[in-house]
């Protein structure tokens, strides 16, 4: 299954910490403006809900914020809500509202800082480029150290590509309509009968049928869009892990199954079109005027969907090196090829050679992982069912080999680069043989080439979840079709096998298959009905014929179905079914998507096919048919996740499409161009119709190369580079890996469970370790919960979890919710384990009860908020070692960013052995009072915190008292036993046991539980 942004892409992390840069930004500044002296009225209202807002934003709860900061506006409008609102919608990615509540934000205090990067980003992605280069300059000015100049490049290529989309829909209506028009100008001229009822379907003629079905379909799907994409249920992102939250609100509903079916919509209504058209020719008028509609509603359809090729990148304005380049390349290869077929071979066969197995950046270490992290389960034993496989089971079986026999991680990857070859290879022998055009097959292969690897991200040929040995294997089961039939036993085999260990693809293409076993009923059953013959009896017979001749290949899938529920217990993936239901990472199709001219190409091949099925040869066709399904097929894949790059990752069935298309063209016209020249040799023409359409292919990859110029001279030059030094492929660049102080931490025991979203796997494999859970790596969890219940049973497991501390911003999150009560560090390591620890305190009631039975390390121990009440006890039984560091931290969870409020207790900095106690009650200073601790000691103290005094005792005996002003304020916010949370004031001694509850204790029971004790510790 595919994931959210994604779950999980190389772009994740620099999402993930650009967002964490800006939250902390905006919790910094904003609450700033936030500390205002409360007045009576309607701003102190205002200023308690937008504390309330923050604090929901925090735990990223977006629901209850935005209901706060609703309440917020209404007593007041204010910028600091309006900034807020801004972050809330960029996060939703609702970024129209984002600019809006943005620019109000600017308007009412410009002051604000935080604001302008969301509102940038805003702008950015509402494709409003003149106002994001506005904000641009504030962002830099109050964010050097972020990093936007991508953003801005983009913005400059964006602007440069409306300009070039509208000259090219400019050129492209041009073009149809004298396509449309010059034939019909001159066989008027020449008095010739034109409009007569016999004559073939022209491609002009179609192309505007087919343009006005899709903008009809188009207008229907973005009129109903909002309900399309409203049927994943509603989640708050609080609920999800960090890498999920980044696509949580990238979700589209049904957009993928109404899209598939709007596929062959666009093809049954054009089909039934068409016959209607070709009969309006027999008369001039109507025919003029229905086409003079179709025209104007193909070039409405035009201008709204624009023509922007996915991702284009351009080495400078009117370059036209590279394209004349690949057209010089196309003419002379095609014209070898006419002369001498196996030079022309060698040619494309260097040609993929280059394109393939050449590397022109390094691998993505995260993106394997999930191939390598389920292999290493299957290594370490675990069954099939219990492993999450995003890119199904044969992938990770090949990297279980891997892995096993311990061939070097590096060279998996180039097994990327092998299937682009061998791809490749397949492509062209398919093309030769299937193409009915000589020499169509050599500039489909550059073409092939131009647009799969060339026009690719820049490591498209190891970013193996988009390589051919994950999203081309089509090419198989279309080899098998067009080599021994439909019906042979070998496709129903190489199904079978797909439905098993490629389950998402394998059902999509065995779903193709058997429609083209529906369509192939359905053709043959219509002479029937032009006939008259079509009866209950004759329909029966028929389908009986059909069913018998497809038996052996639907009782191998059947088999093969029963086979996969033996595996997997399952068929449907559950993990995909989830993903799939919440919509992680599925974004919503532009209205201005390249994707919207597909439609047009799958019709327009549909019709032909059918049409002139007779004249194309029964197997021709058959192909025909199954190379449209099989494109609709694997454009779920763009559906489900519709970023434009993605059509490029799929392009390649697309390509076949298209060739088809040409293909098609140019032999339908070659016979009555051969017979009218054969009749008139005095009068010959070199610039036929045929020859014509012929230029059609030429021109496509002269387009592709000037669109995609920039990618295919870098990859290239980098290629080239690296054929002279011999660099096949790149070192897999993973990071230094502490694994002895991973072992040290861990005792060397084998449970340890690294939490590390990037790189848990790398750990996993050095250490020897067995990665657990079912969904690995731990990136792949969807529900936090769901992940913290899992580490809390390893915990209580004995497990280890060992996470670095530099990324202790990332998981603190998660570590705040386990029990653990041992914690050590080793340079960048943290490891927490959670120890057997006897209470010696009373085991009644309380809000959090800790037992200690080590030192704690470097770190301290994270708690989740406590939510004491206004009166609250205190128990600790504590050792503090003399010499103790300034201000060195016993516990915390004081907020001091807004109103003071939680709870401090810290050695005094001055006064050696003496320690502070302070609590927030929601003004500005904090309330504390001090008292010694004997060093080298255990003491049991009790702090007392009512409504209008704190009481402080040591063993049993009163030591300090104050009166306060203002009850206790809890901070909501999580705790810090051993160390603040800046983890720069460690606590040098031994917690022993904390233990926090609502009410105070008496005097006696303070007392009874000092004697208790005295005996009971060491000393």
Known sequence: MIIPCKALGYKISAYIYRYLFFLCFVFGTCVIHGQQVIVPGSEAQMNEYNRLAKQKLDEFNYDESRHYLELALREKENALSYCFMCHINGMQKDWEEAALNGEKCVSLDPNIIPVYLDLFYAEYYARRWTQALEISGKVRQYNPDLDISNELAGIELAMENEGRSNTSVILLMLLVLTAFAVPIFIASKNKANYFSSNRDLRFSELLLAACSVSLALWMIFYAFSHWIWSFNPHVSAG???????????????????????????????????????????????????????????????????????????????????????????CISVYFIYLRTRLIAFSIITLLCAYAALLSYSPPNHIDIEFILAPALRLLHGFKVPDIYFQYDLYMSLLAELWLKYNVQLDSFVYLGNISFFLFFIGAFVFGEKFFKTKGLSVVFMIALITTRVYAQGNDSLTLLQVTPMRLDLWLIVLLIVNKFGVRHWLTGIFLGLMILF???????????????????????????????????????????????????????????????????????????????????????????????????????????????????????????????????????????????????????????????????????????????????????????????????????????????????????????????????????????????????????????????????????????????????????????????????????????????????????????????????????????????????????????????????????????????????????????????????????????????????????????????????????????????????????????????????YNNGKPIATTDIDKPFLNSGIPIYIGNSSEHNRMFDGIIREIKFSDGNLSENEITATAQRLAGSLPQ
Request: with cysteine; hydrophobic share 45%; proline share 4%.
């Open 239 to 329: 609920d999800v892990t960090t890498i999920i939250a980044v696509s949580i609100f990238e979700h589209d509903g049904a957009e993928s199954f109404v899209l598939y079916t709007m596929m062959f919509l666009n093809i049954a209504f054009t089909l039934l079109l068409t016959p209607w058209l070709l009969k309006t020719g027999t008369n001039k008028t109507r025919y003029l005027s229905v086409y003079a509609v179709l025209l104007l509603l193909s070039c409405y359809y035009f201008y709204k969907t624009g023509f922007y090729p996915p991702v284009v990148t351009f080495l400078g304005v009117g370059n036209i090196v590279i394209p004349l380049l690949l057209m010089t390349l």
């Open 502 to 952: 490629h389950r998402n693809l394998g059902l999509i293409y065995t779903v193709a298959y058997l429609e083209l076993l529906v369509i192939m009923y359905l053709i043959d059953i219509v002479p029937l009905f032009l006939s008259k013959k079509a009866d209950l009896k004759s329909l029966s017979e028929l389908f009986v014929k059909h069913l018998r001749s497809n038996l052996i290949n639907l009782a191998i899938l059947t088999v093969s179905v029963v086979l996969c529920f033996v595996l997997f217990h399952e068929f449907f993936s559950a993990s995909a079914r989830l993903y799939r239901k919440l919509g992680i990472g599925m974004l919503p199709i532009s209205k201005m998507s390249f994707y919207w001219y597909v439609p047009l190409l799958f019709s327009s091949v549909a019709t032909f096919l059918y049409l002139y099925r007779e004249r194309l040869g029964s197997k021709y066709v058959t192909t025909g048919i199954f190379i449209v399904l099989l494109a609709i097929s694997n454009s779920m894949y763009f559906f489900g996740r519709s970023h434009e790059n993605n059509i490029l990752n799929i392009c390649g069935v697309i390509v076949f499409a298209l060739f088809l298309l040409f293909d098609i063209l140019i032999v339908l016209h070659a016979p009555n161009e051969q017979k009218q020249q054969a009749g008139n040799t005095s009068k010959r023409k070199f610039l036929t119709k045929s020859r014509a359409f012929m230029l059609l292919p030429v021109l496509f990859v002269l387009l592709t190369g000037y669109f995609y110029s920039d990618r295919i001279e870098t990859k290239a030059r980098t290629q080239y580079d690296n054929l002279l030094t011999g660099t096949f492929y790149y070192p897999l660049t993973t990071g230094a890996y502490d694994i002895a102080s991973a072992k040290q931490l861990t005792n060397n025991s084998p449970k340890v469970y690294f939490l590390d979203f990037w790189t848990d796997f790398y750990y996993c494999y050095y250490s020897g370790i067995a990665p657990q859970g079912y969904y690995s790596p731990c990136s792949a969890w969807i529900y936090k919960k769901e992940f913290d219940d899992f580490m809390q049973s390893l915990l209580d497991d004995g497990y280890y979890i060992v996470y670095e501390q530099s990324f202790f911003n990332v998981y603190q999150e998660y570590v705040v919710n386990l029990n653990y009560n041992n914690i050590r560090q080793q340079n960048n390591l943290v490891a927490i384990k959670k120890e057997p620890a006897p209470l010696l305190l009373s085991t009644t009631e309380s809000v959090a009860h800790i037992g200690i039975n080590a030192q704690l390390g470097s770190s301290g121990i994270y708690r989740k908020p406590l939510n004491e009440k206004e009166a609250l006890t205190i128990e600790m039984i504590i050792k503090p070692n003399s010499g103790q560091p300034a201000n060195a931290t016993v516990f915390t969870d004081l907020n001091k960013t807004d109103r003071m409020s939680g709870t401090v207790l810290q050695a005094n900095g001055n006064v050696p052995g003496q320690y502070t106690f302070g609590i927030g009650n929601g003004g500005q200073d904090v309330k504390n009072l001090s008292f010694a601790l004997d060093e080298n000691k255990w003491n049991y103290l009790v702090i007392e915190v009512g409504t209008n005094s704190i009481r402080v």
